[in-house]
């Protein structure tokens, strides 16, 4: 049988990289990979994992998802146009106060991770409507079914990619195609470490004393203890996005890490909407005591789940 083709974007570092490597070595060789990434500059460690499969099942390409021209010339190019699984990782995070982000920093989060899917889909929709036949793959994250402190633009983009695939997703239902949403929790990728420096950096002079400290001195100071807890790493979520490609009827929604679980569960369980808020609220700000409780929970649940 002849490889399914898979168009992967952001795939200079992190999730997209590992995902692209991980298909392209399949050992049945049941994929074609177009690794894409907005700089070719930043290739050197995609062709470093890539090895031998560089130029057989894996190739490289521009694709900014900003920019309806370069995504148009990347789908050109590739043959009959001809694309079997999309998937649409490329994405920026953000965090802080928003009295201290600008409109402009804002802008560029929904650009990047809401309307450069909507670009890609534009562009790539049409053919797999035509074809009937097709996989959309969207990395997305457990903030977009539930906000978190301090990531309040971020978590409005993943909404937004939310519920525009399950609109779109009843339509995909009709012309044969899936459609698939995967949230991982936090993941140790340059995402992370990004997101932590800028959040150093950040000027906090717009925001009153009690936000730049809850900012400053409960945010950050846990940010990597969080991370070091329950985050996963780019290659566990490639292996979660593989099995899902690779299942007969994969389901919308796949969340990859059950430590977080019980989190996300809060925001089904309650349809007020208050049990998640008041639970996150209690779990920030009585941090002496139920933060370290959660963080030594989860530490429980890790050692269990290794057992
Ligand atoms: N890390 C985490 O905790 C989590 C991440 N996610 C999501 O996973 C996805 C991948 O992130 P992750 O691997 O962690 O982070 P990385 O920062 O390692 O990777 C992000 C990738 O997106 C690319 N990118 C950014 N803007 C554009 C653009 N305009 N066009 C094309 N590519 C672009 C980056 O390219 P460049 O190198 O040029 O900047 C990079 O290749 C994102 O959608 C993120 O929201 C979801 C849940 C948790
Ligand atoms: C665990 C936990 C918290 C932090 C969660 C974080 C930081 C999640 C990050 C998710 C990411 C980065 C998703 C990317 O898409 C809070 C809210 C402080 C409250 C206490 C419990």
Known sequence: MAPKTVLITGCSSGIGLALAVKMAR??????????????????DKLVEAAGNTLGKTLDIKQ????????????????????IDILVSNAGMGLIGPIECQTIDEMR??????????????KEILPDMKKRKSGHIVIISSVMGIQGILFNDVYAASKFAVEGFCESLAIQALKFKLQLSLIE??????????????????????????ETADMFTNIYLKNYKQIFQSLGQSAEDIAEHTVKII???????????????TPMTTL??????????IDTFY????????????????????????RK
């Open 26 to 43: 399949d050992e049945q060789k049941r994929f074609k990979v177009y690794a894409t990434m907005r700089n070719l500059t930043r290739k």
């Open 246 to 260: 690779l299942t007969e009827n994969p389901p919308f929604r796949h969340q990859t890490n059950t430590l977080y």
């Open 63 to 82: 694709l900014d998802v900003c920019s309806e021209e370069s995504i148009k010339t990347c789908v050109s190019s590739i043959p009959d146009r001809r």
């Open 267 to 276: 925001k089904y369980a309650d349809p007020n909407g208050d049990l998640p």
């Open 184 to 209: 991982p929790g936090p993941v140790i990728t340059e995402f992370e470490k990004k997101v932590f420096e800028d959040g150093m950096k950040m000027d906090l002079s717009a925001a009153d004393e």
């Open 282 to 305: 209690k779990m920030v700000f009585q941090h002496d005591k139920i933060f370290s409780a959660s963080l030594n929970f989860i530490k429980l649940l890790r050692w269990r789940s």
């Open 108 to 121: 560029t989060v929904m650009d990047t991770n809401f309307f450069g899917l909507v670009r890609l889909l």
